[in-house]
């Protein structure tokens, strides 16, 4: 009699220990009937549909969201002998809550003769999940914008100089009518506002990109692209809008070479790492960049040399990675080397920046060399349009 009350009353702890939990627990019989459950599968339990008389299973009453065969997993776990589970929406106390019903069948040799039914709130963990998605993809946002930005900021930077420029001098000219306006003014300015027209367009054509979705770094290979002309936008882009004179010499046999490659991301590259050289120097008292090319058998090299300090250790292994940068924020992004590499890499060319014996840095671009007969090679680049 003892043993039964001290049996009785471990019942009773037992009982009361599984009404507190969070989750909800019942034990149901093959046929149906509800053996057991503790207050909180009470509270979840479905309302019993008409036409049933006792337990119905939640996956024919609430829609169970990842169960694709439309197998209730109550059934299953009576019938197969497998644990399912299956995750339904529910209201209680007035709350959206999101519940996992785990499916155990029970018995020695799982004969399908019971099962019990564990749930658990999803909701918070849900809700979470969901937040890092969002976060996730805002941050991607971020990555895309930051990056256009960067496309931008060098030629509009540029073009308002230039604007500028064109503007001062007119009204310069303009405050002397004795004086009539000089012939290389003329020049400058017609030089400027091709220039201007030119970055304008590209621009455009980045913007366009963006809009219709197209992949920016996919290339439209261009078979014999003069490299001389490319620098000289490059050049003109980056020092035009300098504020430190700095001097920059073109290797005269730029003009003696041509490329395949696209020709806007070819000036994009240039204009990146004419930049950065730009940045390197600049900060010294003396010394310029260098730009010049070489014939490597089917290649041809362009190489960019600078008297800065030379590439910081701390970034070395990462020149190439997004976001990689020594300069405060506001100066550099650290999307030039990333940008410049994977244009490269869509013109089938490659690029590498190290430092050179003697101080400053050399960074490489090798670019297929235009058709030897001069002929326009096929389209090679990634871009969707260039595949047809
Ligand atoms: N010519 C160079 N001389 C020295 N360091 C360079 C040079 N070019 C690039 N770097 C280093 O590589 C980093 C990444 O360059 P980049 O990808 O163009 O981004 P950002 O110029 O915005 O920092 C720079 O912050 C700098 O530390
Ligand atoms: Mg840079």
């Not at 997993?73 to 497998?82: H, T």
């Not at 785990?102 to 849900?126: E, I, S, W």
């Not at 091709?194 to 970055?199: G, I, K, S």
Request: charged share 25%.
């Amino acid at each position: 009699a003892e043993a039964r009350e001290r049996a009785a009353l471990e019942l009773e702890v037992l009982t009361n220990t599984l009404d507190e939990l969070e989750a909800g627990l019942e034990v149901v019989e093959k046929d149906g009937v509800v053996i057991w459950r503790n207050k909180r599968a009470e509270q979840l339990a479905p309302a019993i549909p008409e036409g049933h008389d006792h337990w119905a299973c939640p996956g024919d009453v609430r829609a169970c969201e990842q169960d694709v065969t439309g197998v209730c997993p109550v059934r299953n776990a009576l019938d197969e002998g497998e644990p399912g589970h299956c995750r339904f929406a529910v209201k209680l106390e007035g709350e959206e809550r999101i519940y996992e019903m785990q499916v155990f069948p029970l018995g020695a040799d799982h004969d399908g003769q019971r099962v019990m039914n564990l749930y658990v709130d999803r909701t918070a963990g849900l809700v979470n999940e969901r937040r890092l998605i969002l976060a996730e993809r805002l941050a991607s946002l971020g990555r895309v914008t930051q990056g256009v930005a960067h496309e931008l900021n060098t030629p509009l930077a540029t073009i308002r100089t230039l604007a500028a420029d064109m503007v001062a001098a007119l009204k310069q000219s303009g405050g002397d009518p004795q004086q009539p306006m000089l012939d290389d003014l003329l020049d400058d300015l017609s030089e400027s506002a091709a220039l201007v027209h030119d970055e304008t367009r590209r621009l455009g054509r980045i913007t366009q990109g963006l809009l219709t979705g197209r992949d920016l770094t996919a290339s439209e290979i261009d078979g014999a692209v003069p490299l001389g002309a490319v620098v000289e936008r490059a050049r003109a882009l980056v020092f035009a809008g300098a504020r430190k004179n700095v001097p920059v010499a073109v290797g005269a046999e730029l003009s003696a070479h041509t490329v395949a490659a696209d020709p806007d991301h070819l000036v994009q590259v240039m204009v990146n790492l004419l930049q950065n050289a730009y940045d390197a120097v600049r900060e010294g008292t003396r010394g310029g960049v260098r730009v010049s090319a070489r014939r490597d058998g089917p290649r041809v090299e362009i190489v960019i040399d600078d008297d800065g300090p030379g590439v910081p250790t701390e970034i070395e292994g990462r020149l190439f990675e997004p976001f990689a940068t020594t300069k405060p924020p506001g100066k550099g992004t650290g999307l030039g080397l990333y940008t410049s590499y994977m244009l490269v890499t869509s013109m089938n060319g490659t690029m590498s920046l190290e430092n050179r014996e003697g101080g400053g840095a050399r960074a490489v671009v090798a670019l297929p060399a235009a058709g030897e007969r001069g002929e326009r090679l096929v389209q090679i680049g990634r871009s969707p349009e260039a595949a047809e």
